[in-house]
């Protein structure tokens, strides 16, 4: 399996994105896929991540503004992302977590 994101880009605050993941093989066997993020300068962390039931947690920081699903009939993983703010911005990428599979990222720069 592979992993694809796109759909990042630069927005103003209080915009929207939505990033979507794309996977090169099944993913409905892979029980968590979450979405990363890093900021210049600062460790990768956990944004949002999906169980293949459908379970969701979110950071502290994002509840309420991120919205993560998943296809498997589609192997898509999308992060709907609104009400952006300038500590948001970063590259975004999507891993199948107990695979420790990475896709390449998505740079979203949110502006103030």
């Known amino acids: 399996v592979q992993l694809q994101a796109s759909g990042g880009g630069l927005v103003q605050t209080g915009g929207s994105l939505r990033l979507s993941c794309v996977a090169s093989?099944?993913?409905?066997?892979?029980?968590?896929i979450g979405w990363y993020r890093q900021a210049p300068g600062k460790q990768r962390e956990l944004v949002a991540r999906?169980?293949?039931?459908?379970?969701?947690n979110y950071k502290d920081s994002v509840k309420g503004r991120f919205t993560i699903s998943r296809d498997n009939a589609k192997n898509t993983v999308d992060l709907q992302m609104t009400n952006l703010k300038p500590e948001d911005t970063g590259t975004y990428y999507c891993?199948?977590?107990?695979?420790?599979?990475w896709g390449q990222g998505t740079q979203v720069t949110v502006s103030s």
């Open positions: 999906i169980g293949s039931m459908g379970n969701t």
């Open positions: 891993v199948a977590m107990e695979l420790n599979l």
């Open positions: 093989g099944r993913i409905f066997n892979i029980n968590e």
